[in-house]
């Protein structure tokens, strides 16, 4: 891992030059659609070949930008819990089919019976027929789930199985207490909290996962802004935790950046623990979306993209993946408005002109 770490370090030297080459129009397009902190990178399955950080931590205040600087992953948060579960799977401590019940019986006789039979595939791949939730439900209150962090997570996953499920058939079903669900089972099956699981995973990766809000444990830190670019200031929300394999990671560029590289080496065939078709498969394999990512592919090209975005109320993030061209776009904001995610699609066309990708429309 020694080496992984300073070959990182090395490809940002090496290709320092590179950060300019795009950072003007990034930070003009910054400026214009009130983006205060926006971080981008450009990766190959080896090298960086583009990361900057530009603008303010906080609107109207002194503090710069850091390339270190830590944002809220929000949905993106996925990915990494989709693959920590292909892990496990890969280590024979579940299977893609292991039913939730199996693993929590004791809640089975309180949930509807429509939920008897779901998999961790189920909850991850996002076909899981269940309702959405997400952090502006009013329901249930602090006052109804009690405990540390991992029992409130037990027990809101019990109350939300316990709800009518109102959803008409459809192929793919948004939810985010499908994740919640998927990140207990990660739990029961190796003993260890989500939290446990994820920085273990960093530790092996050399990255620094982290959970909640950036500036709640250093102020000098990125805040969030809400779509009036109100800061929001830092505390504890319980719902974030809640939440945690669904949307709570917080993590800096260089370092998402390293578990972006990971995952186009796999695709690529250079990943000692999975075959190119597995990683394929993860990405892939299923219409629409797959295990942690959506997909598509580009109807003028036929290239494949993989990628995530994320938007937990006052960040949004961005991970497009082109295996084909082995390119990966990230780009972070401290901001989440309609107007700043237009401000993000326009960079990332630039950057894929750039480097050799068809952009989105």
């Not at 496990?88 to 929590?104: I, R």
């Not at 950036?214 to 974030?240: F, I, M, S, T």
Request: glycine share 6%; aromatic share 14%; net charge positive.
């Amino acid at each position: 891992m020694k080496k992984l770490f300073f070959a990182f370090v090395l490809s940002i030297i090496f290709n320092s030059s590179h950060a300019q080459k795009n950072s003007s129009f990034a930070d003009s397009i910054r400026i214009k659609y009130n983006i205060p902190e926006l971080a981008y990178a450009v990766v190959s399955a080896d090298s960086v070949l583009e990361i900057s950080a530009l603008g303010y931590q906080r609107i109207n205040s002194k503090f710069k930008a850091k390339i270190d600087d830590k944002f809220r992953l929000g949905s993106v948060t996925k990915t990494i819990t989709s693959y920590l579960a292909a892990v496990l799977v890969k280590e024979g401590k579940m299977k893609w089919d292991t039913k939730f019940f199996d693993l929590y019986p004791e809640l089975k006789a309180k949930s509807k019976p429509s939920t008897y039979n779901f998999t961790l595939q189920d909850f991850i791949t996002f076909r899981a027929n269940i309702n959405t939730w997400s952090y502006g439900n009013e329901t249930p209150t602090q006052k109804e789930i009690r405990g540390n962090d991992q029992q409130q997570r037990y027990e809101f996953i019990a109350w939300f199985l316990q709800q009518e499920t109102v959803l008409e058939k459809q192929d793919l079903y948004w939810s985010n207490p499908g994740y919640v669900a998927a990140g207990l089972m990660l739990e029961k099956a190796t003993g260890k909290t989500y939290e446990t699981l994820v920085k273990e995973l960093g530790k092996s990766l050399n990255i620094d996962f982290e959970f909640g809000q950036p500036n709640l444990k250093d102020k000098n830190q990125p805040w969030g802004h809400d779509e009036d670019l109100k800061p929001e200031a830092p505390a504890l929300n319980y719902k974030l935790n809640w939440l945690s394999s669904a949307g709570n990671i917080k993590v800096s560029l260089p370092d998402y950046s390293k578990f972006v590289q990971m995952q186009l080496q796999g695709l690529l065939g250079k990943s000692k623990l999975f075959t190119a078709e597995e990683f394929n498969y993860m990405h892939f394999g299923l219409p629409e979306f797959s295990f942690g990512w959506n997909s598509e592919i580009k109807k003028n090209n036929d290239l494949k993209y993989s990628f995530h975005n994320g938007n937990p109320g006052t960040f949004l993030t961005k991970v497009y993946l082109c295996p084909a061209i082995n390119k990966a776009f990230i780009l972070f904001a401290n901001v989440q408005s309609e107007e700043a995610d237009k401000g993000l699609v326009l960079i990332l066309k630039e950057l894929e002109k750039k480097y050799g990708a068809p952009s989105f429309n």
